[in-house]
């Protein structure tokens, strides 16, 4: 029954996994960007030329900055946790593999 059902509903679940594949690509993307350090460095350096050009006021730069250093925190920290949640993993499948080997 499982391959008949594959068959006959090729025609309908295919482009739907074809569009999750491709839906799923645009979220990776997306995040890449969001969490990217470099980007957020390189809209401070244009801040800081723009600002030494006379394009915006001081008061528009300290802003502007301070939204832009607040967003790298955040960067940073999204980094760490992912960092920290590797190393709990790491952690908990050293745990695991120490007891399998003391139970054998």
């Not at 006959?8 to 839906?23: D, E, Y």
Request: hydrophobic residues 40%; proline residues 2%; glycine residues 6%.
């Amino acid at each position: 029954m499982g391959l008949l059902w594959d068959i006959l509903s090729a025609p309908i679940m295919l482009p739907t996994k074809g569009l999750l594949f491709v839906f799923d690509k645009i979220r990776e993307q997306a995040e890449t960007e969001l969490w990217d350090e470099g980007k957020v460095h390189q809209q401070l350096l244009q801040l800081q030329m723009m600002l030494d050009v006379g394009d915006i006021s001081e008061t528009d730069f300290y802003a502007a900055e301070e939204e832009l250093l607040d967003r790298l925190d955040a960067i940073i920290a999204h980094k760490q946790g992912l960092d920290d949640e590797v190393e709990d993993e790491d952690e908990a499948e050293g745990e695991e593999e120490d007891e399998e080997a003391n139970g054998d």
